[in-house]
């Protein structure tokens, strides 16, 4: 059974996933899988686990589905495990508690997610936070993480196209140090630090990609990765369970521009698309943890092209070395011309 083990010294947990190694092999070149043996194209819907979620054109037809979401076969961490911290000796672990969904997110096996149209983002993005909304309900669980792994470089590992979902029993280091960053930000200032850099941004301009009713899509300041760029919703929502349907729309809208682009100019790269949002508020034991949350956290999705191994000295520092300048590549993605019509 998979478990959290703490490393005490970098304070951060690691799951130990024994299952994980007997999972299907997909190998560089292998060929995409052939239609009679994807379980994920429609009309094999019985082949797969139960349905958890699904989004269908009509709902009356069940090989209409846009997505279907059902847990993992090859889980990083089951509900049923269970939920306590324990010692091993001088460690400590947590047993593997939590979700992992899988979200098949078109019924094509290799559409690339730069070649979704606004239907597919649409539904991929209604997915995640019906999930998200759904998986916040149960008071056990203390975050959840959405993410699509596009390709050999992002981490994908199934050649069918699809999308995750991973709830954790605890806040882990990455969102802690979002949202302590945010807080300081907010206790400093009484603003919200994204609030802020979308004001500093629009002043600017250089690193502005687009914009429409609800988001401004941008090349953050200090991007980690070479043409990292982020999709931020312009007024401040805290948790991207509360959005509106209009606004999903929005979101479709502003991902299809940018995907297009990244699509021309790096030819449909390697990429992860991963949602940065708030955890859902419950009892903490550190005083005040989430006291002014939802008005100090800004959600935002990152989409980061994917193009070799990190170094050491990223590994052993934590700081990412670039060497394209955000505003060097916010200005070629926005000069290229448009990319062709889908269909
Ligand atoms: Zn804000």
């Not at 991963?274 to 943890?289: D, E, F, I, Q, W």
């Amino acid at each position: 059974m998979n478990e959290f083990r703490h490393q005490m010294l970098y304070d951060t947990w690691v799951i130990i996933a024994p299952n994980r190694a007997k999972r299907p092999a997909f190998s560089p070149g292998s060929p995409p899988p052939a239609a009679i043996n994807d379980p994920f194209i429609h009309g094999q819907e019985q082949r797969t686990p139960p349905e958890i979620y699904a989004v269908r054109e009509n709902p009356r037809i069940t090989a209409s589905w846009l997505t279907r979401v059902f847990a993992n076969r090859f889980p990083l961490l089951k509900l049923e495990a269970p939920l306590k911290r324990a010692k091993r000796g001088f460690y400590s672990i947590i047993g593997g508690f939590g979700a992992h969904e899988m979200v098949i997110d078109h019924p094509k096996a290799t559409t690339h997610l730069c070649h979704f149209d606004q239907k597919n983002l649409r539904a991929l993005y209604q997915s995640f936070r019906d999930r998200i909304e759904a998986l916040s309900k149960d008071g056990r669980i203390a975050h959840i993480h959405a993410f699509k792994n596009q390709g050999m470089k992002a981490g994908n590992t199934i050649p069918h196209s699809h999308s995750q979902i991973v709830a954790l029993p605890f806040i882990p280091p990455a969102t802690e140090r979002i949202i302590d960053a945010s807080r300081r930000h907010y206790n400093h200032h009484e603003r919200c630090l994204v609030c802020d850099m979308l004001e500093s941004e629009e002043a600017d301009q250089s690193r502005i990609l687009y914009r429409n009713r609800h988001f401004l899509v941008f090349a953050p300041f200090a991007p980690r990765f070479e043409f990292e760029v982020w999709i931020v919703p312009l007024s401040h929502e805290s948790h991207f369970e509360q959005l509106s349907s209009d606004a999903l729309g929005d979101l479709a809208e502003a991902s299809e521009w940018i995907l297009g682009r990244l699509a021309l100019a790096l030819e449909d790269p390697d990429l992860n698309l991963t949602l940065v949002s708030a955890p859902p508020k419950r009892p903490h034991p550190k005083p005040n943890y989430f006291h002014h949350l939802e008005h100090f956290f800004h959600w935002h999705v990152a989409i980061v092209p994917r193009f070799e191994a990190r170094d050491g000295f990223e590994l052993s520092s934590g700081c990412y070395i670039n060497p394209t300048p955000p505003e060097e590549y916010a200005h070629f993605l926005r000069e290229l011309p448009a990319p062709p019509e889908k269909g």
